[in-house]
């Protein structure tokens, strides 16, 4: 079986938790966790003709980078940067822990997930930036870890990037 780590990344409040609680447990809910630690929840999937266990790290609580060691990084081989499209400062963020984590782990696949597309009409992301960001190389979904758009789609996109490389 072949297993693979994922890093949830961003910002405080973007969705991180929210995206892998709808992605394995097919779930919403609006509490917010505010204790401070790694959880790492599990999910099979089926991709072509492989078994995949994925392995999904994410930080519980005040989760800004500076908390974030090489030891939560180490071994990822795919980071789900996650932003909230109703706060533009969370594009920066999320392009400031790739710019970290390539730093620190080399390069390796990454998806920008622009969270809460629910909200639509409240986004002041504009159109314009994430348009640039795609032409800069950036691989960009929208989701909703709320109604589950986007979602399923995110994992298996992140998955195929990561066996792309590789034959393992
Ligand atoms: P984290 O700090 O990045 O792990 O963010 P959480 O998953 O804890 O979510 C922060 C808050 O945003 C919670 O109140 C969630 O209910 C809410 N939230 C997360 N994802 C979505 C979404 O897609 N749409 C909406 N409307 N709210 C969301
Ligand atoms: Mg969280």
Redesign the pocket.
């Known amino acids: 079986m072949i297993q693979k780590k994922i890093c ?1 990344l ?13 992605f394995v447990h097919s779930m ?6 505010t204790t401070v630690g790694v959880k790492i929840d599990t999910k099979k999937i089926v991709y072509g003709d492989k078994e995949i266990s994925l392995l999904l790290w ?4 005040e ?1 800004e980078f500076q908390r974030v060691q090489i030891s939560y990084l180490r071994g990822s081989s795919g980071l789900l940067l ?1 932003a ?1 499209g109703t706060r533009p400062e969370t594009v920066d963020k999320a392009i400031e822990l790739r710019d970290k984590t390539v730093a620190s782990l080399g390069n390796i696949p990454y998806l920008l997930l622009m ?5 639509a009409p409240q986004w002041e992301v504009s159109p314009e930036r994430l348009r640039q960001l795609g032409q800069s190389g950036w691989k960009i979904l929208h ?5 589950g ?1 986007g979602v399923e789609q995110s994992f298996l996109s992140i998955t195929a990037m990561m066996l792309g490389g590789s034959a393992k």
């Open positions: 949830m961003g910002s405080f409040a973007v969705g991180k938790t929210s995206l892998v609680r709808r919403f809910t609006d509490k917010y966790l994410d930080l519980y609580g989760d996650v909230d969270n809460k597309c629910d909200l989701t909703s870890a709320k109604t758009e």
